[in-house]
Nanobody, 128 residues
Framework: QVQLVESGGGSVQAGGSLRLSCAVS????????MGWFRQTPGKEREGVAT????????YYADSVKGRFTISRDNAKATLYLQINSLKPEDTAMYYC?????????????????????WGQGTQVTVSS
C-alpha cells in the first residue's frame, strides 16, 4: 500500500521560508515521477514542482521558479520542497504526489491528472 505523508507546513510572514517533507512508503520510490501540488478553495490543484526520481530532472511552474526547490533523499525515501521568499499568494494546501511513470515533460509532470498517489496535504499560510 502506497503512503505519502506530508509535513512541514505552517504560518509564516511574507519573505520567510519553509521546507515541506513527504515521507514515502510502499512505493518504488527511486524509479518514478513525484511532485508537489497546491490548492486553494474553489480552485484547481496546481502543479508547482516535480522531480524524476531516476534522472533527477526537475520541472517548476513559472510562478515559483527561483523560489521553490524540489529535491529528494533516496536513502530516506523522502521528497522535499524548499520554499523561499514566501508570498501571500503562496497560501494553499500543499500535496505530495507520485505516479508509476517517469516524468515525460514539464507540462505532463505538472498535471495533477497523471498522478495516482496523493498525501493528505499540509497547510501553508503566508501573512503580509
Amino acid at each position: 500500500q502506497v503512503q505519502l505523508v506530508e509535513s512541514g507546513g505552517g504560518s509564516v510572514q511574507a519573505g520567510g521560508s519553509l521546507r515541506l517533507s513527504c515521507a514515502v512508503s510502499g512505493y518504488f520510490y527511486s524509479r518514478y515521477c513525484m511532485g508537489w501540488f497546491r490548492q486553494t478553495p474553489g480552485k484547481e490543484r496546481e502543479g508547482v514542482a516535480t522531480i524524476s526520481s531516476g534522472s533527477g530532472s526537475t520541472y517548476y511552474a513559472d510562478s515559483v521558479k527561483g523560489r521553490f526547490t524540489i529535491s529528494r533523499d533516496n536513502a530516506k525515501a523522502t521528497l522535499y520542497l524548499q520554499i523561499n521568499s514566501l508570498k501571500p499568494e503562496d497560501t494553499a494546501m500543499y500535496y505530495c504526489a507520485a505516479n508509476d511513470y517517469k516524468c515525460y515533460s514539464a507540462s505532463w509532470a505538472l498535471s495533477s491528472v497523471v498522478y495516482g498517489y496523493w498525501g493528505q496535504g499540509t497547510q501553508v499560510t503566508v501573512s503580509s
